[in-house]
């Protein structure tokens, strides 16, 4: 006799996936047609036993009902055959015999009758009611989890978080023994029908055969081999039950002898993993409900290949949700949750934000989707690839190639149009052109990136007051900058989050703000900087600032014509930055120090090719003061405000303008 192939593993009970869910219902589907058909089946008896005058009649439905166990379907049927078989071998005899059993009315309630009422009442009812246990543990536990997502992060919420990752346990643990009691009835269930539909009818034919010990001798000859096979079956299925009811009641004290820190949330022992290319577990997805209000949804996330794939309880398979190839992944601040981060594919359209249950579980997504970002999971070997980008992160900081290096057929890198402005020998401006200079050429190994600016303007230009005119790391203020004068016929802002900074060596190729925007990404990547501070970026047509959207002070601004070079990404768009040219005067001396250059890297929330335009036009109008005709043919070919500004855009800060913007945002970067 085959051993059952299918059973629900102990092990999944904790768990608790969708896979586990969709396999407990078809261990359901099958309970439920077995119970449908035991009763069926113990109406067939019951009549034999009672309709004696009637009993051809009786016992022809009842081989009727042995020949349609063979057509219920049932779903974890496998396995099944001989036992099938049997029943067929039964239903013939009785249809032999059919004329013969008018006086067993004893002998068939105890042996066929009663054990059949046996196995409903005790096995098939327990079955029921672990399942109604098991409803309300689960019920329990999805409320529990609910009032635990809901905490605040304040510190005041300890105790009372405390209180809920208490209940959280004790539901988990409840829902756990519930599950695991369930899941072990279900499996047994699978080898006591076997013994449920074979034992009453061993009962009956034995009684049949000593009913009708002088009729019978051709017949018992017949069938006692048979009778002997069926009654080894049955053992031999007794006996695979028995030891598996031990192996799952050890399995059950071994699993519940774990520390209770496996139930609780945000208690997780093991370290990060931050090389995984795989993720599966539970999220808290936010939908929106109607205009303003959203909804919270718990639901069951794993990755598949490039796509992030959900699946709601009780769905055969999961769909697609985002395909995560060159998709973007950042930590949030969201409705006072913690542990949130949003994904949003490669052109910004599409994005969700999704909640983690610990801090572990949040950090291993977040860089299990950066992963798949890479499309590590294409290589030959991902995991290792994955862990050896992990391992040899910090040499990111010190290039060994250009960051815009590209494989044969990738985008024109001429797309950003005015990235490509480079001041020439004759004081204009020309376009780059040749090829692209090694890494150390353009920028220091080991050069220090500074990821935000921690001086307002007026600390810059106390700490250079003394001595002559000199270039701090992240250029200077002018008066000629400052908001009073700034009379300027171009004046355009925008939202950006401020990256990083660097020295770099050179800025006469934008190929030094490609090589910054690697380092800067890379340092931000490897020592887990995710945080960014949102700022205006004011183009005008004299000058840059960079303006607190609070309280609208200007942390820093350069003249437009120190800034030598500006680029946007090919790629991703929504990257930009430029290399702003000052000298050097430590050496104190009255001569014109020598030129040095610093890149800044900012994200956009609009095209950054949008902000390299505005600041060319911006380079355009300088040189057409120069000339009262070509700034009135400039004019004339750009539309003017009320005010005569340029107009080039709708404002792209919304309400951000009125100092209400938020703080302390994350980067997509």
């Not at 004696?52 to 396995?79: C, H, I």
């Not at 399995?251 to 208690?267: C, G, I, K």
């Not at 016929?489 to 490609?514: H, K, P, T």
């Amino acid at each position: 006799m085959p051993a059952v192939h299918h059973k629900l593993l102990l092990e999944d009970a904790l768990q608790d996936s969708p896979q586990t869910r969709s396999l407990l219902s078809v261990f359901e589907e099958d309970a439920g047609t077995l119970t449908d058909y035991t009763n069926q089946l113990l109406q067939s008896m019951q009549r034999v036993f009672g309709a004696q005058s009637e009993m051809g009649l009786a016992t022809e439905q009842l081989s009727q009902q042995l020949l349609d166990y063979e057509k219920k379907n049932f779903a974890l049927g496998k396995g099944d055959e001989e036992v099938i078989t049997t029943l067929q071998h039964f239903a013939k005899t009785v249809g032999e015999m059919n004329a013969l059993h008018c006086d067993l009315a004893t002998q068939m309630a105890d042996s066929m009758v009663f054990p059949l009422i046996q196995f409903r009442e005790k096995d098939l009812t327990e079955v029921s009611t672990l399942r109604e246990i098991f409803g309300i543990a689960s019920d329990e536990h999805e409320a529990a989890m609910v009032k635990y997502s809901r905490l605040p992060k304040k510190k005041e919420s300890e105790k009372m978080k405390a209180d809920h990752v208490k209940e959280v346990a004790y539901t988990r643990r409840k829902q756990h023994q519930a599950s695991m009691q369930y899941y072990c009835a279900l499996n047994a269930l699978q080898y006591r029908k076997r013994v449920a539909m074979l034992e009453p009818m061993l009962g009956y034919t034995q009684s049949q055969v000593n009913f009708f010990k002088k009729g019978m001798e051709l017949v018992s000859k017949k069938l006692d081999t048979f009778l002997s096979s069926v009654s080894t079956m049955t053992q031999n299925i007794q006996a695979q039950l028995d030891a598996e009811a031990e192996d799952m009641r050890a399995s059950q004290r071994e699993l519940l002898s774990v520390e209770d820190t496996v139930y609780m949330p945000d208690r997780d022992t093991e370290p990060v993993n931050r090389a995984l290319i795989q993720k599966a577990g539970y999220l808290n997805i936010r939908n929106k409900v109607g205009l303003v209000t959203t909804a919270w949804d718990r639901l069951y996330f794993f990755t598949q290949g490039g796509n992030l794939m959900c699946q709601p309880r009780g769905a055969v398979a999961g769909g697609m949700v985002l395909d995560l190839d060159n998709s973007s992944v950042m930590a949030v601040e969201c409705e006072d949750r913690r542990y949130c981060f949003q994904i949003a594919s490669p052109t910004g359209k599409t994005s969700m934000i999704l909640q983690a249950e610990s801090k572990k579980e949040y950090e291993e997504w977040i860089c299990t989707v950066n992963n798949i970002s890479r499309q590590i999971y294409l290589t030959d070997n991902p995991e290792a690839v994955a862990i050896r980008l992990n391992q040899t992160a910090i040499q990111a900081v010190t290039p060994i190639t250009s960051f815009e290096k590209r494989q044969e057929g990738s985008p024109n890198p001429d797309r950003a149009k005015p990235g490509g402005v480079v001041q020439s020998s004759s004081g204009g401006f020309s376009q780059n052109a040749g090829a692209a200079p090694e890494a150390d050429d353009l920028i220091a190994p080991g050069t220090p990136i500074q990821f935000d600016i921690m001086l307002p303007a007026s600390e810059f230009q106390d700490q250079n007051r003394s001595g002559g005119r000199r270039t701090n790391p992240f250029g200077e203020t002018d008066d000629e900058c400052s908001p009073e004068s700034d009379d300027s016929l171009l004046q355009q802002v925008f939202a950006v989050q401020f990256l990083g900074s660097m020295a770099v060596r050179r800025g006469d190729n934008r190929e030094v703000i490609y090589e910054a925007m690697r380092q800067v990404l890379a340092a931000r990547a490897i020592h887990n900087i995710f945080k960014t501070t949102e700022s205006h970026l004011m183009v005008t047509s004299s000058c840059l600032r960079l303006i607190d959207p609070q309280t609208q002070v200007t942390r820093i601004s350069f003249q437009l014509g120190e800034v030598c070079q500006f680029a946007a990404h090919q790629e991703n768009g929504r990257l930009m930055g430029f290399v702003v040219e000052g000298r050097d005067w430590s050496d104190g001396g009255e001569e014109e120090g020598e030129p040095s250059y610093s890149a800044f890297i900012f994200e956009s929330n609009t095209e950054g090719e949008k902000i390299c335009y505005t600041i060319s036009l911006g380079k355009d109008i300088i040189e057409a003061k120069k000339d009262p005709e070509a700034l009135a043919q400039l004019m004339k070919t750009m539309p003017l405000t009320n005010d005569g500004k340029f107009l080039l855009l709708e404002s792209e800060t919304g309400e951000t303008e009125d100092g209400s913007g938020p703080e302390d945002l994350e980067s997509e970067a």
